[in-house]
DNA sequence: ATGCATTTTTATAGACGTATAGAATCTATA
DNA sequence: TATAGATTCTATACGTCTATAAAAATGCAT
């Protein structure tokens, strides 16, 4: 009739986890604003009204608080782009829905996404090349879809294809960086929809066709 | 017959700001390196072979030095970026100018651009303001040569103006990040020439013309 | 060589930052 | 309400960091 834990210790459990995860927000948080190495663990502990020694009861140092964080931030990404590839539709749709999967934890996960693109090489050596394993697959995604477009036609070749992802890449993660905090998320999908106009049809007018008929 | 100053001043300021030069230039490369926060200034002074201390013969705080260097990774984009605009040619052209433009300091100024883009943010308030209203005349070009370009018919109207700049921007600003440090100039031009090629045709096949004849 | 100005060093004040230990307080439940 | 375990607090060790002051060393013009 027991189950596996006692009740007490499932009680725990969530409690435990819900403010861990309390923490670990107000860690993004100040990151995000002031990076890695510019906050101190005090200023965490201010945004929660707890004393600064109180935080290590929920993590062991200051770099594994910064490690949960970047975990966050790249958590789904990969699932999500993998499935879009796997899934049906053009290779040009694909890419346009990846850009959009893409920038949507822009508006939901804000704090965790900065602080994964911009502090995450201050990981310690193990967990940045576990999250680095992550973003290559990212990488790999927009590389298959492209492949995929110039295979069949639909996109021009002779691009450098790895160039053409980090660019695109690039482009994608600076968003984070320049959007307005406060803006609602339909300004994350009109910004996805710009920048996947930009990256498929580029900026020039295309010559107009001759007629159809 | 004599100058402004005796000729023993003269000597005294040009040893003085060469040496000036190299120590800023120590900064850079840490600051590059392990970001402004992460660097202490005991590290820029390994690199010198210089006690610490002697930094300050140098320099009065190390948020001067930050000021420093970020003022150099910025120097001479504003011109150059303006006089591309104002000189000849077509938009498309001066578009695709403006981009081999901003990214040739990549190789020659490696470290005072990553500076410069990734830690600009952390400059007291007054020199990040005074630096920034330099970043939004860089802007400002992109977007007065995407006007002009659509306005003469050669650029596809619709897109939001400034988003895409951003964007474009974003994508350039992110390449000092992923570019191997020791790669030659040369990789930046072909940087620089795919970079214009993907933001001024995208990645899709343009529809072929009719027969032109 | 001497003397003056420049540059670098030594020594250190004083603030701040991470992390640990153990005491105090809180919470859930019998 | 008494108790056990969970959570938070106080106090503090200990290292590191920026910046200053004064002394020492160096370079240079005469």
């Known amino acids: 009739m027991n189950s596996l834990w006692p009740r007490s210790r499932l009680l725990r ?5 819900r403010r861990a995860d309390a923490i670990v927000d107000a860690a993004a948080n100040v990151f995000a604003e002031r990076g890695y190495h510019g906050t101190s663990t005090q200023a965490i502990a201010d945004v ?3 004393r600064q020694a109180s935080l290590y009861y929920y993590f062991p140092s200051k770099e594994a608080a910064l490690e949960l964080v970047c975990e966050r931030g790249v958590d789904g990404f990969v699932e999500t782009a993998e499935a879009i590839l796997a899934g049906a539709g053009t290779p ?4 346009t829905a990846l ?3 893409h920038l949507a934890p822009n508006a939901s996960k804000r704090d965790y996404v900065k602080v994964f693109i911009n502090e995450r090489r201050y990981l310690p050596d193990a967990s940045r090349r576990r999250i680095g394993r992550k973003s290559r697959r990212i990488e790999r995604c927009f590389e298959e879809v492209i492949r995929a477009g110039i295979a069949d036609g639909s996109m021009r070749e002779g691009a450098d294809l790895r160039l053409t ?3 695109v890449l690039g482009m994608m993660n600076s968003v ?3 959007r307005a905090a406060d803006q ?3 300004s994350v999908a009109r910004i996805a929809a710009e920048l996947s106009q930009l990256v498929v049809a580029g900026l020039a007018k295309p010559v107009p066709a001759r007629k159809r008929t």
């Open 176 to 178: 984070i960086n320049w």
């Open 13 to 17: 459990n969530s409690r435990l986890l």
């Open 165 to 167: 992802v980090l660019a």
């Open 92 to 95: 040009l749709e694909k890419l």
């Open 184 to 186: 609602d998320d339909a």
């Open 99 to 101: 850009i959009a999967a």
């Open 48 to 50: 929660l009204g707890l």
